[in-house]
């Protein structure tokens, strides 16, 4: 009875474990090609991953106590594509620093309103030492003071500009600058600017896109969930046509940063990336997730470069001053 237990349990084990490789397969299919054309696929592209790797992680144990080598092959291959399909993993073989250029780094920040002071704003841009640094949700809450009129007065000697709640801090001149709200929802924005780094032209896109899919917001507004998902699908899909277009009509070389509202997966990401490279998967270390700074599962927040800019190097500094971490890149020009 037992080897007849143990004949069914050997057969079982393998079997699941393949299931769950062609399940977490089209999981990446549909996260990828899919995507933003369907309601349920936004729901899964846009959420947290890590649930989607429990199942692997059983099976890879239960492959290494039973010995099941067909079940393990099976379950290391799913987790391969869950660690750096899914989550994202990066681990930069190929980054090297080099010392050719000019070196200019680039920070992102989404500061919540400020809702933790301006004055601790200021004390991560000076700790993290950036040339430039894009800020979203830059506007004050009710009956509190502006915080970049507060910046200005803390970070003498920067060079600013601002549309709506998006602002751009510089070390370097800011020759020009344009903004505009985002389609669809004036409440975001876009902010180019043009900037001198050492007579050298960097253009310069800070933007804070509509989110695609937040658990509060669907739960609290009355209508059909998917109706709503269907809304900020059609919303996000006018914002990244508006930005690339904003792109395209600036010359490189060209930093396109700030809070996207989009993880490294599915259809807009993919539009976004074609012809910009995104910092962290070309030089980053791990997930790089910025969202949200206690239970860090997501990463919403890029920086995007033209192939003219060199990559030395990308990371998340562990700041808490907000509900997203900053996103910081090392660039030469």
């Known amino acids: ?24 397969s089209l999981l990446w299919f549909a996260e990828t090609f899919i995507a933003e054309r369907h309601w ?24 290494a106590w039973r010995r099941n080598w067909l079940a393990g092959v099976a379950s290391v291959v799913a987790g391969a594509i869950c660690l750096f399909a899914l989550l994202g993993l990066r681990v930069p073989l190929g980054a090297r620093q080099t010392n050719g250029g000019i070196p200019i780094r680039v920070m992102t920040y989404n ?9 601790k704003v200021a004390e991560v841009i000076r700790r993290l030492e950036p040339d430039v640094v894009c800020l979203q949700e830059a506007r004050p809450p009710a009956g509190s003071p502006d915080p970049v009129a507060v910046l200005k007065e803390l970070l003498p000697g920067w060079h600013v500009a601002r549309h709506g709640e998006v602002a751009i801090f510089s070390r370097h001149p800011i020759r020009a600058h344009q903004g505009q709200n985002a389609p669809l929802n004036p409440g975001r924005a876009f902010l180019q600017a043009e900037l001198s780094v050492q007579g050298r032209r960097l ?24 109706d709503q998902l269907r809304t900020t699908a059609r919303v996000r899909a006018a914002q990244v046509d508006t930005l690339l277009a904003m792109a395209e009509a600036l010359p490189a070389p060209r930093v396109i940063a700030g809070d996207f509202n989009t993880p490294p997966r599915g259809r807009l990401y993919r539009r976004l990336t074609r012809h910009h490279r995104d910092a962290f998967d070309a030089a980053g270390r791990g997930f790089g997730h910025t969202f949200r700074t206690d239970r860090p599962v997501l990463r919403i927040d890029h920086i995007l470069t033209t192939p003219d800019l060199r990559v030395d ?17 090392d660039l030469r020009l």
Do not use: W
């Open 1 to 24: 009875m037992k080897v007849a237990l143990s004949g069914a349990a050997g057969r079982l084990l393998p079997a699941l474990a393949l299931v769950n490789l062609l399940l977490v």
């Open 203 to 226: 253009s310069l896109i800070a933007v804070h896109l509509t989110t695609a899919a937040h658990p509060g917001r669907l739960l609290r507004n009355p209508g059909p969930t998917a």
């Open 111 to 119: 500061i919540h309103e400020a809702s933790a002071g301006a004055e």
């Open 40 to 63: 349920l696929t936004i729901l899964v592209t846009y959420a947290p991953q890590h649930p989607f790797g429990v199942p692997t992680l059983l099976l890879l144990a239960a492959a």
């Open 313 to 329: 190097g990308c990371f998340v500094p562990r700041e808490s001053v907000s509900d997203h971490l900053p996103l910081v890149a």
